[in-house]
Structure formats: structure tokens, C-alpha cells
């Protein structure tokens, strides 16, 4: 029974605009966008928000190193980001940047309207700007003084700041959790949240007085203050869907189905994001899904380290779907994974090249040569998928793709096994051997367009070359080849020995 069109919202952390996009973000984009891709196939609508996080002192201490006003800066900065979401084939519906007019008069009004929860208070500690956060004496000890995200010195601070009540919604965040109402995905960080919120939580620093903060949104009322830049940020999931001037539109998508973040995050998200939606009165999301890190051969990605992989030269020396590939399946969904050019590589050609591209080749030149390219009927079997749904519900990706390989291994197996080529030998003396041909041969090209709906999500353009290759009942010959070897980071095993 076809499902009712539901209309359905999944979100993207906004990075912070000054930097180049990294394979980080590209894992935000791209988890983001399997899903949405999913849902529609299934035939739902998905609002799909992507953005730029554009205030801070991070931001404006970058545009006075280029000579730029902050919004001359980002203006040119917030670029790279739209290009790179359109290069790593996400298709979002909204982008919003945190300068944005509605989103600065959304944020106001938000304050505003946040006010029973909001007191002033003098705020001594420290400041870590790379972070655009706060940490605790006990962290910054631990810690020996330097943050080891941005080697750089933790800033003393002493201001007047507001603050924000979260503590008033602790329980009633821990019980959202606790019901399922806002599920934290994977389970072991929901548990590792609940227990950092076990004894409470802290009230949250939410502006800066003007002096300490000049590039961000003046608080109403008060402008010797500066809202607090995650404040602001978190906003904008839902002054994207035009909150609050345009109610009908963000009711039809608010709460968010899944709002796809980084795990070093969820401790905004899952924190002071609920409180502030408890305290608008609006319901929480219904899943965050907390993504692991992508680590170079082991190492975390660090400027300092020199191991920054740029996902551009990737995509474009493998292809976009490779791309995807690899990282879909290799990292796992809902923990840290790890890219080297060699595992890339090794994948591309070995899984890429030779399981699906081969197959793809070898079903369709068989047909072409025995049946002038013609695919008789087959009485399909529609191989069980009950696996592969389960981990696209359960936001596990990586095991749903995997799933698809088994069925793409299956198939070069039985292509193995029956050897069509041995069949086709006995047409003119086995009367049998023709029909035993064409059934075999339907079979296999019914069994790929079926993983090329399977695989739709994950790598569009083959899905697509799939389709375009086998569905309309005669095989199309596309040109070039699918997946060509690429030996730029392992040896070519065809290479003549030196
Ligand atoms: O945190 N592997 O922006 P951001 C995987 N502006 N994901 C990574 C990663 C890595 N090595 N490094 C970063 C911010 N990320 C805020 C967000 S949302 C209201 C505001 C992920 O540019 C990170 O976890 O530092 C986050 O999801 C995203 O990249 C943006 O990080």
C-alpha cells in the first residue's frame, strides 16, 4: 500500500563561514542528503535546509586580516560553502545565512520572547574563540590551558553577560530523551549526554558585552550587548522555515525529522537548542543524528598537522559518485571513520571498478552481442530488502549500502555459476539454450535496475546511468566506462614489473 506524502525537514549544522569546506562538512551534506533522497523516492516532500554561520569574533578577526567590513567578507566567504553543497550533489531546498534579514529580526524577536528565561549576571571564565565557547575552570586545567582543537591559549574572560535559564528545561529535556520524543542517534551519545546532564545543567552565557563582540546581533533593548553566537546560530533551523512571520509554513515542517550534526556539537544541540525551543513553547526535533569524525590515516584533521585532505581533488579525480561512495560506506553513519588515499583508491577500483562497473558492462555487452541489446522478460524475484530499509530507517547508512554490494556480489556470482557464455554456444543445436539465454540475461538486467534503485540515495549519476542503460526494454550503450581504473596512490597490478 503506497504510503501518505508526508512533508518532511531535515537540517545541516551551519559551518562557520571563514574557513575552506572540509571533508567535516562534506559528511553533514551528504548524510543529509541520502536521506532526503530516500524520502522522496518514497514520495514524500523534504524541506532540506543547508547555511552559513557568519557572526563571531572568529569571523570578523578573519575579514580585518583581509581588509574587509565582516559583511564584505562573508558576502565573498558564504560562496565557497553554496558552490561546495552543489559539488558534493546535495539538493537542498533553503540556504540561509545567519546575515540574513529575516533571520536577524527573527533572532530578536526570539530573544524577546525568551525574555522570562533571561537574567543579567557577571560571567568570569574562560573563552575559547576558535570554539566560540565557554569552558569551565576544570575543563581548562585538564586541559593545561591550551584548547587542543585549536592550539591556541584559552582567553580569560570577565564581563556582564545575560544569561539563559536552561536549567529551567533539564528535566524536561532529559524526559523528551528518556520517551523518545528527541532522539539522540547513536544510542551510545545519548547516553553519554544524559549522563554529563545527570546533576543538571549550567545556565548558558548568551551575549557579550559590545567591547568583547562587535560582529553579531545586537540584543534587544540593550545594545551595549551581543548576542552570543550559538544563540543565533541555533536559531536558524527555524527562522529558515520563516519563524515566526509565516506560522503556516513553519508548522508544516516543524519539528524537524533528523537534524544531522557533528558529535564534537551535540552538546549545543542537544542542550541549549531544546531549552530554546521549550521556551518558545515549540517541540523539539524528533532525531539528532550525531555523525563520528573523519580521521586522515588515524590522525585527526588539523591545519597544524598539515593532513588536510581537500574533498575537492577527490570528487574531482574519482567522480562524484566515488566520492559518495566512499564515504557512505567506509565511514560509518553514526561513528569516527578513517580516509587515506591508499583505502580510497583500493575501494574505488576493486568495489567501484570491478564488482559494480564490470557488472553493469558484462550484463549489458552479453545482451547486445547474443539479443541485438534486446531484455526479454524475466519473472523477477525481487531479492528481500528488508535489511537495507531497516538501516535507511535506523540512519545507518553505511549497513544499508553494504547491503546493496551483497546483492552486486550475489549477481557476479550467479553470472559465474550459469555462465551465459556456455549457454549461448548451444543456440542453433539446443533448443532449449536460447530461452535459457534471455531469461538468464533478463533476469541480471532486472536484478541491476534494482540496484539502481537501491543505490539511488547514495550515487545518483549511477543510478541513473543504470536506468538509462536497462529500463526501457533495449539495452542503450552509454558511453565512455563506468568507474575507468585509477592507479595514482596504489600500483597498477597490470604495470610491467620494473
Ligand atoms: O561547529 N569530521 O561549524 P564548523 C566530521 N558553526 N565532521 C566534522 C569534522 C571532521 N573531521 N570537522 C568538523 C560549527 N565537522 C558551527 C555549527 S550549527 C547551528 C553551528 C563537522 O564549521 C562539525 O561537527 O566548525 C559540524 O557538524 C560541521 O562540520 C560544521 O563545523
Not at 27 to 42: C, K, V
Not at 96 to 118: A, F, G, N
Not at 167 to 181: L, V
Not at 419 to 434: F, H, M, S
Request: charged share 20%; proline share 5%.
Amino acid at each position: 500500500m503506497e504510503q501518505p506524502q508526508k512533508k518532511l525537514y531535515i537540517t545541516t549544522a551551519i559551518p562557520y563561514v571563514n574557513g575552506a569546506p572540509h571533508i567535516g562538512h562534506a559528511i553533514d551534506y551528504m548524510l543529509a542528503d541520502i536521506w532526503t533522497r530516500y524520502q522522496r523516492q518514497n514520495g514524500h516532500e523534504v524541506r532540506f535546509q543547508v547555511g552559513t554561520d557568519e557572526h563571531g569574533n572568529k569571523i570578523s578577526a578573519k575579514a580585518a586580516e583581509e581588509g574587509l567590513d565582516p559583511k564584505a567578507y562573508t558576502d565573498k566567504m558564504y560562496l565557497n560553502f553554496e558552490n561546495f553543497i552543489k559539488k558534493v550533489g546535495a539538493q537542498y531546498t533553503d540556504f540561509i545565512r545567519t546575515t540574513d534579514e529575516h533571520h536577524v529580526q527573527s533572532v530578536q524577536y526570539i530573544w524577546e520572547q525568551l525574555k522570562p528565561y533571561i537574567y543579567k549576571g557577571a560571567y568570569s571564565g574562560w573563552y575559547c574563540m576558535g570554539h566560540e565557547a565557554f569552558f569551565t575552570n576544570n575543563e581548562v586545567q585538564a586541559l593545561a590551558g591550551i584548547c587542543p582543537d585549536h592550539q591556541t591559549p584559552f582567553e580569560q574572560v570577565s564581563e556582564e553577560n545575560y544569561f539563559f535559564k536552561t536549567s529551567a528545561f533539564t528535566d524536561q529535556i532529559k524526559e523528551a530523551i528518556n520517551n523518545g520524543t528527541m532522539q539522540i542517534v547513536p544510542e551510545f551519545r545519548q547516553n553519554e549526554f544524559l549522563e554529563l546532564i545527570k546533576d543538571g545543567t549550567p545556565d548558558v552565557s548568551i551575549s557579550r558585552p559590545k567591547k568583547n563582540l562587535t560582529w553579531g546581533i545586537p540584543v534587544p533593548g540593550d545594545p551595549e550587548q551581543i548576542m552570543y553566537v550559538w544563540l543565533d546560530a541555533l536559531a536558524n533551523y527555524i527562522t529558515v522555515l520563516g519563524y515566526p512571520d509565516r506560522p503556516e509554513e513553519y508548522k508544516s515542517f516543524w519539528p524537524a525529522d533528523v537534524q544531522v550534526i557533528g558529535k564534537d556539537i551535540l552538546r549545543f544541540h542537544a542542550g541549549i537548542w531544546p531549552a530554546m525551543l521549550l521556551g518558545l513553547g515549540l517541540e523539539l526535533p524528533k532525531k539528532l543524528l550525531a555523525h563520528g569524525f573523519v580521521n586522515i590515516g588515524g590522525s585527526k584533521i588539523s591545519k597544524s598537522v598539515g593532513n588536510v585532505i581537500d574533498p575537492n581533488e577527490i570528487i574531482d579525480q574519482y567522480g562524484l559518485d566515488a566520492f559518495r561512495y566512499f564515504f557512505s560506506r567506509h565511514i560509518p553513519t553514526q561513528d569516527d571513520g578513517d580516509f587515506t588515499w591508499e583505502k580510497f583508491e583500493t575501494a574505488y577500483n576493486g568495489e567501484l571498478g570491478n564488482d559494480l562497473g564490470n557488472l553493469i558492462q558484462r550484463v549489458a555487452s552479453m545482451i547486445l552481442r547474443y539479443q541485438a541489446g534486446v531484455i526479454g522478460d524475466s519473472q523477477q524475484t525481487e531479492h528481500d530488502m528488508t535489511n537495507y530499509h531497516r538501516a535507511m530507517e535506523a540512519l545507518e547508512f553505511n549497513k544499508a549500502i553494504d547491503e546493496v554490494w551483497n546483492k552486486i556480489r550475489s549477481l557476479n556470482q550467479y553470472i559465474d555459476n550459469v555462465k551465459p557464455w556456455i549457454v549461448a554456444k548451444g543456440i542453433g543445436t539446443d533448443p532449449e539454450a536460447e530461452p535459457h539465454l534471455a531469461e538468464i540475461l533478463a533476469h541480471c538486467a532486472g536484478a541491476l535496475v534494482q540496484i539502481g534503485d537501491l543505490l539511488l540515495p547514495f550515487m545518483p549519476g549511477t543510478a541513473a546511468y543504470i536506468h538509462e542503460t536497462f529500463e526501457t526494454g533495449v539495452v542503450k550503450q552509454s558511453e565512455g566506462v563506468l568507474f575507468p581504473k585509477r592507479y595514482i596512490h596504489t600500483a597498477d597490478p597490470h604495470a610491467a614489473k620494473q
